[in-house]
């Protein structure tokens, strides 16, 4: 490696590319001469002009342009890049770094915690999966069977009246949770899962090998409109007699 570090430049014997120290301890690269960066980005910056590749993948892309990764990702040219292409996003950078966005794509954990900083309001990972089988935040991929969420459909989201809603009918339960909804017996929950009238959301599985089975909450409510089912009777029916929902058919054989 030839670059040379000193308190207000870095330099490179292999190449004229230069980073020079700013206002406010701020560096200029001089293929991004109207960004501000920080040294060690600067310095990962230099380095990256100094190798002189041929070609650049993201990582190395991201290093050059001073970028994330998964913002060099959403770049609209594939990897990898030739140092024509690379000069030509340096040279256009001030028009296509708003359209990379600051957010990357997350799953729900990490998506309530951008929402909640970004709207002041608590928003919960059922929450966050309701609104994105709405539309509201499009799914843009799973990771291990769980949804990642877009980055920028998250930092754009300017809907906070959507949240409540999508927290009320999103939220799982559990069946015991169900039968209280409903205000029947476990039995008659079980019954509804049995005909296939109500069906599993969620699925894990515990360290003792145990499955915890969670229920869409507005899934259960539409069920109080199915009129296959007199609630009253299903209410009104004493404790250890049968229920009327054990004469559903079971789905598999329905």
């Not at 991004?32 to 990582?59: C, F, K």
């Not at 915890?212 to 009253?232: H, T």
């Amino acid at each position: 490696m030839t670059v040379t570090i000193t308190d207000s430049t870095i330099t490179s014997d292999r190449t004229t590319d230069r980073a020079d120290l700013a206002e406010n301890g701020q560096w200029v690269l001089s293929w991004m001469p109207t960004r501000r960066i920080h040294h060690r980005p600067a310095r990962e910056a230099m380095v990256m002009a100094d190798r002189r590749l041929s070609q650049l993948g993201p990582r190395q892309l991201a290093d050059y342009l001073v970028l994330d990764e998964f913002q060099v990702r959403r770049l609209p040219s594939s990897a990898p890049w030739g140092r024509d292409a690379a000069a030509a996003i340096a040279a256009d950078i001030d028009t296509i770094l708003p359209t990379l966005g600051t957010v990357p794509d997350v799953g729900s954990v990490r998506a309530t915690t951008v929402l909640t900083e970004r709207l002041g309001i608590d928003v919960t990972g059922d929450a966050v999966t309701e609104l994105g089988a709405q539309g509201h935040l499009p799914i843009v991929g799973d990771y291990k069977g769980h949804d990642v969420f877009c980055g920028r459909a998250l930092e754009t989201f300017d809907r906070p009246d959507l949240i409540g809603p999508a927290e009320e009918t999103g939220r799982m339960l559990l069946i015991d949770d169900v039968a209280a909804e409903l205000g029947v017996r476990r039995s008659d929950a079980d019954h509804l899962v049995r005909a296939g009238l109500l069906t599993v959301h969620t699925a894990t599985q515990t360290r003792w090998g145990t499955w915890i089975y969670r229920y869409r909450r507005g899934d259960v409510l539409a069920l109080l409109d199915d009129s296959r089912i007199d609630w009253d009777t299903v209410r009104t029916t004493p404790r250890g007699r049968r229920s009327p929902l054990a004469a559903l058919p079971t789905a598999t054989t329905a």
